[in-house]
């Protein structure tokens, strides 16, 4: 089996381990280093539940090799909340407008929150924006609205809300 | 729902890369890997060797040279879809990309791979049919240029040799006397389109000096309208002519697939090129 030694980043962790080159990238943060946040729902692309930011930009984690982010930085959910358990601002806020209910699908719908948070210009967002990013992640139990509203508290100014 | 295994590659530089491909036996390409992953973790593709290209230089410009849009092969979608170039100089393909699945997959999804890859409800290879892209393909044999209707085979099907790489689009750029549209309906946003249209209108003064239709869903591979455009050119766009042109769009030739017949790829093209027409009828 073809192996290669990759260094990555993962949530600001150096690592440097030995991957099979057939492992994908969300097999690769479960099984060998345990970040179990990351979910694998439909493994081809569709289900959006493997989200992570690579080098700040949100992808699919099914998608891509481990040995593709070889030197290349990771972060996925088990970054948002910090070491003492205080939930970031968009986590907090999907816990009080019951933004989940299963939970599989969260991890990548936050992932792909933090991106427009960090790259969206907060006079911008607005309901059509976030709904626009949302379209790649699928939710089965709650719909959508939970997610819509914590997403507009926390992303967006007052005068763009609903 | 994993890939199998295979020998994984990442050369440098181009000179190595197209080594890699002469020598290499069932080598694939793989660039943002949005539709190949797919495929191989289904195992419907199970290549021996899997050549990543990512890290060789130059192959991620956007650049205006000559009166020519030129777009590096690995430009990703999500860059594109950025680019204040390529919205001012190739508004319908900025209008394309858009509706290729998501962010998520915009931000690893590249143009030259959507181009290879060559679903034929794809929005990439219907801007390169509606245009006339100009294709750069290299190998180490040297370099040639083809037009996007000699590279387009069949359905997932391109003409590139085993060696070859497709390297560079180039689309004309458009200019104030023209008009374009886009239009598509999908399932679910983001899904694959049932049927999408691309329109680039020529005027002088309200006539249409040259008509491009093209259409992707309704056949084996994106292609233009000939009897479309032949009715729309040297005409006034008008109400009149887009209910003219949305008949004939709806007696083209289509095929069935497995959740859409004929009739209804027709009607959802004879629909969306109206919405289109009409846009550009009502905006000027």
């Known amino acids: 089996m073809d192996e290669r030694i990759i260094t990555i980043e993962v949530n600001g962790k150096q690592y440097r381990l030995k991957v099979p080159v057939r492992e994908n990238l969300a097999d690769f943060l479960r099984h060998r280093l345990h970040l179990t946040g990351t979910h694998t729902g439909c493994e081809h692309g569709v289900c959006g539940s493997c989200t992570i930011l690579l080098d700040s930009r949100s992808v699919r984690s099914c998608l891509i090799l481990a040995v593709q982010c070889d030197g290349r930085s990771v972060r996925t959910v088990e970054s948002l909340a910090d070491a003492a358990g205080k939930l970031d601002p968009l986590q907090d806020a999907f816990s009080r407008h019951h933004a989940l209910q299963c939970g599989f699908c969260t991890p990548g719908v936050l992932m792909t929150l933090v991106e427009l948070r960090e790259n969206a210009d907060p006079s911008e967002i607005n309901e059509d924006m976030i709904r626009e990013k949302l379209s790649g992640n699928l939710c089965r139990c709650t719909g959508y609205q939970g997610m819509v509203d914590a997403a507009l508290e926390t992303l967006s100014r007052p005068d763009k809300r609903l | ?284």
């Open chain 2, 1 to 284: 729902m994993k890939a199998a295994g295979f020998g994984y590659h990442r050369p440098e530089t181009m000179a190595e890369l197209l080594t890699l491909l002469a020598d290499l036996p069932d080598a694939r390409i793989i660039a943002g890997g949005q539709s190949l992953m797919p495929m191989m973790n289904f195992r419907v593709a199970m290549p021996q060797h899997l050549v990543d290209i990512e890290k060789i230089d130059g192959l991620d410009s956007i650049n205006l040279r000559d009166g020519t849009l030129q777009i590096g092969a690995m430009v990703r979608q999500a860059d594109a879809l950025a680019s204040p170039v390529i919205k001012k100089n190739c508004p319908v393909l900025a209008d394309a990309i858009a509706y290729i699945g998501h962010q998520q997959t915009r931000n690893r999804g590249t143009v030259g791979g959507s181009l290879c890859h060559l679903d034929p409800a794809s929005e990439i290879p219907l801007v390169c049919a509606l245009l006339d892209a100009q294709l750069y393909i290299a190998s180490r044999r040297g370099t040639r240029m083809m037009n996007f209707r000699d590279f387009a085979d069949a359905p997932l099907t391109t003409s590139l040799a085993e060696d070859e790489i497709l390297t560079r689009i180039d689309l004309p750029i458009c200019d104030p006397d023209t008009r374009h549209g886009f239009g598509e309906y999908a399932r679910r946003s983001g899904d694959f389109a049932v049927v999408a249209v691309a329109t680039h209108l020529r005027f002088a003064g309200e006539t249409i000096t040259e008509a491009r239709m093209a259409f992707a869903g309704l056949g084996a591979i994106q292609a233009r309208a000939d009897r479309l455009e032949m009715f729309a050119t040297s005409q006034k766009l008008s109400p009149a002519l887009i209910d003219k042109l949305a008949q004939e769009a709806a007696q083209m030739p289509a095929e069935s697939d497995l959740h859409h017949d004929a009739d209804y790829k027709r009607h959802l093209a004879a629909c969306l090129l109206r919405e289109v027409l009409e846009r550009i009828l009502r905006h000027g």
